[in-house]
């Protein structure tokens, strides 16, 4: 166990790395809904007409297009480009049918480039990164204790995925048990998805000539919010788990 002293200052750094990594997690959902917003304000009703566009370009592209987001997808976030804005970009261009899951897909293999990348080429880089901070410390040696369950739990918080596939790969997780868990990310990642999706219904709702809600758009809203109360959850009592483990 840790010493009492140690322990009330390690929890302090707890609280202070789940807080920063939830304010990490808010901005790419801050930066969309303003974009959002400057274009119903600058399109107005016009806005649906450039939806219409935007789908019909998306549709003449077919499955290239999906492959090409998919690349782009695995590419930028790798350099740690937000895969939170990517995920919502998603929702924003494909919608929730199976293009989205063949997106997740995208997102295993990100994950497995990473863990090969962290592995083999940038292992002594993330090592020191590592090293450098006491609340990675502790989850890398929860993880080596309880491999596969500790990194489902961490795969269900808002830690960064990139982070954690970087991390996990240069602590010398197995492959598999990293490439099953990684599949626990998939509701915060439908989460993103669907957000996208619902910006823009709203501003499809936004170009309709009526304002009244349709039943259509309150279940999409309805399930949205439904979304976020289970992820938000979910998310709690793996950190909590976590946290748990990371102190015994």
């Not at 919608?95 to 997106?103: C, D, E, F, H, P």
């Not at 009244?212 to 909590?240: C, E, K, P, Q, T």
Request: aromatic residues 12%; charged residues 15%; proline residues 2%.
């Amino acid at each position: 166990m840790i010493p009492v002293v140690n322990q009330y200052e390690h929890e302090k750094l707890l609280h202070q790395f789940w807080r920063a990594v939830h304010i990490k997690k808010l901005i790419p959902y801050f930066i969309f809904s303003l974009m959002l917003l400057i274009a119903l304000v600058i399109l107005g009703k016009d806005i649906k007409h450039h939806l219409v566009a935007i789908e019909g370009w998306i549709s003449s592209m077919g499955l290239s297009g999906i492959l090409a987001y998919i690349i782009l997808f695995i590419l930028l976030t790798s350099v740690f480009f937000p895969d939170t804005l990517m995920g919502i970009l998603a929702g924003t261009l494909f919608g929730l049918r199976l293009r989205s899951i063949a997106v997740f897909a995208g997102y295993l293999l990100g994950s497995a480039l990473q863990y090969w990348l962290s592995r083999n080429l940038i292992k002594k880089r993330f090592e020191r990164l590592i090293a450098s901070r006491q609340n990675l410390i502790s989850i890398q040696r929860a993880v080596r204790r309880q491999e596969l369950r500790l990194q489902f739990l961490l795969r269900m918080t808002p830690i960064s995925p990139v982070m954690l596939s970087y991390m996990l790969g240069a602590s010398g997780v197995k492959f598999v048990g990293f490439l099953i868990a990684c599949i626990a990310h998939f509701p915060m990642f439908f989460l993103e998805v669907y957000f996208g999706y619902a910006g823009r219904h709203i501003a499809r709702i936004a170009g309709r000539s009526e304002i009244a809600l349709m039943a259509h758009d309150i279940i999409i809203f309805w399930g949205f919010i439904s979304a976020v109360v289970v992820v938000v959850f979910v998310s709690r009592m793996a950190r909590h788990a976590i946290e748990t483990a990371t102190l015994s």
